[in-house]
């Protein structure tokens, strides 16, 4: 089983709908959970991030962390073209211990918002 | 404006002949690492730096070489590139390890290696 899974899409939704972006996750040491957008010939961007389980908000955008069910989400409110790209989620335990501790990607899911 | 850069960005090489990709960042971070991305393998780190003079391996560091002797500064060094590494590579940055859920990436270097 993999770390991280993520459904790579393409997910297609017209302009205006709710869009949710979902990963799975394996590692229950995981405790910060992030989303990156990537546009085509881009360098991932971060969009937001959560510590531990709960909800956040930022704009248009809300992240959800269910830890006991080891399930993350990224909902986007009435979604614009600008949206399309590709969406990453990354998890990391936030230890300080050694080893590699590059952060955990999903493959990414590949977002179109039709106009 | 804060940002790390990366050059070249695109970058076709023939297998053996030694290359360096550079990193520079602008927001003094402590932190810095370098990934390579492959469709279906996602983003995997190959090596971070903690700091000036501190490195060390990410999840695939085989067949390359980083250094860290100024903070600003994390180039990546293929000394003999394979096929195998022909990938698209990104530098990211973050304030401290401990803020590393917080990392800013560079535009990307596509690598070809023939």
């Known amino acids: 089983q993999k770390e991280v899974e993520q459904d790579p899409g393409p997910l297609s939704v017209p302009e205006g709908a709710i869009v949710s972006l979902n990963c799975t996750y394996s590692?229950?040491?995981?405790?910060?959970f992030m989303w990156y957008r990537q546009y085509s010939r881009k360098g991932p961007e971060l969009l937001m991030y959560?510590?531990?389980?709960g909800n956040k908000e930022d704009g248009r955008f809300t992240a959800q962390v269910d830890k006991s069910s080891k399930y993350i989400s990224l909902f986007i409110r009435d979604s614009q073209p600008s949206d399309s790209a590709t969406y990453l989620c990354?998890?990391?335990?936030?230890?300080?211990?050694?080893?590699?501790?590059?952060?955990?990607f999903g493959k990414g899911t590949h977002l179109i918002i039709q106009p | 404006e804060a940002q790390v850069t990366q050059n070249p960005r695109y970058l076709i090489t023939v297998t053996g002949k030694k290359l360096t990709v550079t990193c520079s960042q602008n927001m003094n971070h402590e932190y810095m690492s370098w990934y390579r991305q492959d469709p279906g393998l996602g983003l995997r780190q190959i090596y971070y730096s903690m700091n000036v003079e501190v490195t060390d391996k990410g999840d695939v560091p085989e067949g390359y070489k980083v250094s860290r002797k100024e903070k600003r500064n994390f180039p990546l060094i293929l000394e003999s590139p394979s096929p195998n590494q022909t990938s698209l590579y990104f530098c990211?940055?973050?304030?401290?390890?401990?803020?590393?859920?917080?990392?800013?990436f560079g535009p990307g270097t596509r690598l070809t290696v023939t």
């Open positions: 959560t510590y531990s389980s």
């Open positions: 590692n229950s040491a995981f405790q910060y």
């Open positions: 990354a998890m990391s335990p936030g230890y300080s211990g050694g080893g590699a501790d590059g952060l955990t």
């Open positions: 990211a940055s973050s304030l401290s390890r401990t803020g590393r859920h917080e990392q800013y």
